[in-house]
């Protein structure tokens, strides 16, 4: 997803943002799990339900907020799948009508597609039915919910990363991946194609 250099991260970020990217001007807040953060999500599904009728094929509480007791950036993220995320006109229109902003399209990872939310900090995230980052988003939230130690230890991580100073969030992002990694090893998930190896 980054390039070798800040200068191709960058050109990234330009190419796949829908206007400019969003320079941060403060540190990364993590904030204690809020218990409410379930109903946010309950909330934004029955609004993306209502508006997207039989289209939201799937609407799912994804990420930090979705797992209790983990601290977390105190936005919601959600997996929307579509039958096609590159069929725009199947959900931009409906959604951008209800105040959610189109942010983010990447067609060369997954043809994912980023919304803000119209009145509270979301990030929908829109994929087609079989991408595998939905899997894994799914695989991750599942083990953290059961696994106390994992979670705690990737709580530690991202109050750890979150002193350092980013200009970008997906900076930030990326620098979990390493923990998110080995905690999706525990989890026993492998990516299709991966070779396990010989016994």
């Not at 039915?129 to 696994?147: F, T």
């Not at 200009?167 to 070779?195: M, Q």
Request: charge should be negative; glycine fraction near 8%.
């Amino acid at each position: 997803m980054t390039g070798d250099t800040d200068q191709t991260f960058e050109e990234y970020l330009r190419r796949v943002h829908v206007g400019p990217p969003t320079v941060l001007t403060g540190k990364i807040v993590i904030a204690d799990y809020d218990p409410t953060w379930p109903d946010r999500f309950t909330d934004e599904r029955s609004r993306i339900t209502d508006l997207l009728g039989p289209s939201a094929l799937a609407v799912e509480h994804i990420g930090s907020t979705s797992v209790p007791g983990l601290a977390a950036k105190p936005i919601i993220d959600i997996d929307l799948i579509v039958a096609d995320s590159t069929d725009e006109t199947g959900y931009v229109p409906a959604l951008e009508a209800a105040g959610y902003v189109l942010h983010v399209r990447e067609p060369d990872w997954c043809e994912h597609r980023l919304f803000k939310g119209p009145d509270t900090e979301v990030n929908l995230h829109v994929f087609s039915p079989g991408v595998e980052e939905h899997r894994r988003h799914l695989i991750l939230r599942d083990w953290l919910r059961d696994h106390p130690d994992d979670r705690d230890r990737y709580a530690r991580t991202k109050r750890e990363l979150a002193q350092r100073q980013w200009k970008y969030t997906t900076e930030y992002a990326d620098a979990k991946s390493a923990v998110i990694g080995e905690i999706l090893t525990n989890a026993g998930y492998v990516r299709p194609g991966d070779d396990l190896g010989g016994s």
